[in-house]
């Protein structure tokens, strides 16, 4: 049975950092690309970064570039979001998302996790 279960969401003040971690149970997981999404209240799940099955390649939605980081640890089957410098726009549930061999910036994936909250406070 896949699961994906998210970690490191909690309350930080505006320019402070924060990590989720995604601790996977996939019994192929090099087989799927990893990524994170963010739903905030009122709007739709939107991407926030993606990284490919060797980690070698990354991408990052606009608004988040050059503040968050994706990474992956293959061997411990964990996905990481390294965030800096929150905004209060930031605040959402952020989920962690694996899909077969590509994920996209659309919200789709073949697992989800059950979802972290993060809140920034200005």
């Known amino acids: 049975q896949v699961q994906l279960v998210e970690s490191g969401g909690g309350l930080v003040q505006a320019g402070g950092s924060l990590r989720l971690s995604c601790a996977a149970s996939?019994?192929?997981?090099?087989?799927?690309?990893m990524g994170w999404f963010r739903q905030a209240p009122g709007k739709e799940r939107e991407f926030v970064a993606g990284?490919?099955?060797?980690?070698?390649?990354?991408d990052y939605a606009d608004s988040v570039k050059g503040r968050f980081t994706i990474s992956r640890d293959n061997a411990e089957q964990v996905v990481y979001l390294q965030m800096n410098n929150l905004k209060p726009e930031d605040t959402a549930v952020y989920y962690c998302?694996?899909?077969?061999?590509?994920?996209?910036?659309?919200?789709?994936?073949?697992?989800w996790g059950q979802g972290t909250q993060v809140t920034v406070s200005s």
């Open positions: 996939i019994r192929t997981f090099t087989n799927y690309a």
């Open positions: 990284i490919t099955r060797s980690g070698g390649s990354s």
């Open positions: 998302a694996a899909r077969f061999f590509i994920l996209t910036d659309t919200p789709r994936a073949d697992y």
